[in-house]
Protein backbone atom coordinates (compact mmCIF):
# COMPACT_ATOMS: atom_id res chain seq x y z
CA UNK A 1 0.00 0.00 0.00
CA UNK A 2 2.63 2.91 1.05
CA UNK A 3 6.05 1.81 0.35
CA UNK A 4 8.01 4.65 2.51
CA UNK A 5 7.32 4.61 6.17
CA UNK A 6 7.71 8.21 7.14
CA UNK A 7 6.26 9.87 10.25
CA UNK A 8 4.98 13.04 8.28
CA UNK A 9 2.99 10.30 6.20
CA UNK A 10 1.12 9.32 9.02
CA UNK A 11 0.28 12.79 10.37
CA UNK A 12 -0.90 13.06 6.88
CA UNK A 13 -2.88 10.28 6.95
CA UNK A 14 -4.16 10.31 10.60
CA UNK A 15 -5.51 14.42 9.97
CA UNK A 16 -7.43 12.98 6.80
CA UNK A 17 -9.08 10.63 7.46
CA UNK A 18 -11.41 12.19 10.77
CA UNK A 19 -12.02 14.71 8.29
CA UNK A 20 -13.28 12.21 5.52
CA UNK A 21 -15.16 10.71 8.52
CA UNK A 22 -16.77 14.34 9.09
CA UNK A 23 -17.84 14.33 5.61
CA UNK A 24 -19.42 11.59 5.52
CA UNK A 25 -21.54 11.85 8.51
CA UNK A 26 -22.37 15.28 7.52
CA UNK A 27 -23.60 13.68 4.34
CA UNK A 28 -25.40 11.03 5.84
CA UNK A 29 -27.66 13.81 8.20
CA UNK A 30 -28.30 15.96 5.38
CA UNK A 31 -29.15 13.19 2.87
CA UNK A 32 -31.50 10.63 4.97
CA UNK A 33 -32.28 13.11 7.80
CA UNK A 34 -32.80 15.85 6.35
CA UNK A 35 -30.63 18.65 9.19
CA UNK A 36 -29.06 20.47 6.69
CA UNK A 37 -27.36 22.86 9.57
CA UNK A 38 -25.46 19.61 11.40
CA UNK A 39 -22.77 21.04 13.86
CA UNK A 40 -20.61 18.23 13.63
CA UNK A 41 -18.40 19.85 15.86
CA UNK A 42 -21.02 19.97 18.42
CA UNK A 43 -21.35 15.67 18.22
CA UNK A 44 -19.41 13.87 20.49
CA UNK A 45 -20.49 10.65 19.12
CA UNK A 46 -19.67 11.50 15.86
CA UNK A 47 -16.19 12.86 16.81
CA UNK A 48 -15.72 9.48 19.20
CA UNK A 49 -16.37 7.67 15.43
CA UNK A 50 -13.81 9.98 13.92
CA UNK A 51 -11.48 9.04 16.83
CA UNK A 52 -12.40 5.66 16.23
CA UNK A 53 -11.52 4.82 12.85
CA UNK A 54 -7.84 6.45 13.55
CA UNK A 55 -7.43 3.50 16.26
CA UNK A 56 -7.84 1.27 13.59
CA UNK A 57 -5.85 2.78 11.05
CA UNK A 58 -3.04 2.70 13.54
CA UNK A 59 -3.66 -1.20 14.26
CA UNK A 60 -3.35 -2.00 10.53
CA UNK A 61 -0.11 0.11 10.29
CA UNK A 62 1.02 -1.12 13.52
CA UNK A 63 0.92 -4.51 13.65
CA UNK A 64 -0.58 -5.59 9.66
CA UNK A 65 1.45 -3.76 7.56
CA UNK A 66 4.78 -2.98 9.89
CA UNK A 67 4.89 0.45 9.13
CA UNK A 68 5.88 1.95 13.03
CA UNK A 69 6.90 5.46 11.99
CA UNK A 70 3.75 5.66 9.76
CA UNK A 71 1.52 4.00 12.92
CA UNK A 72 3.60 6.67 15.24
CA UNK A 73 2.21 9.58 13.02
CA UNK A 74 -1.67 8.56 12.93
CA UNK A 75 -1.19 8.10 16.55
CA UNK A 76 0.22 11.51 17.23
CA UNK A 77 -2.67 12.97 14.95
CA UNK A 78 -4.90 10.67 17.15
CA UNK A 79 -3.75 12.57 20.15
CA UNK A 80 -3.76 16.35 18.85
CA UNK A 81 -7.04 15.21 17.69
CA UNK A 82 -8.56 13.99 21.02
CA UNK A 83 -6.72 16.67 22.83
CA UNK A 84 -9.10 19.35 21.05
CA UNK A 85 -11.80 16.97 21.37
CA UNK A 86 -11.31 17.58 25.30
CA UNK A 87 -10.42 21.01 25.26
CA UNK A 88 -13.38 22.15 23.09
Do not use: E
Request: hydrophobic share 65%; net charge positive; charged share 10%.
Amino acid sequence: MFKKDHILLGVLVGAIAPFLVAIAVNFVNILFLDKPGYDIMQSKPALMGCLALNVILFRIFMINLKKYAIGKGVLLATLVFAFLIIIQ
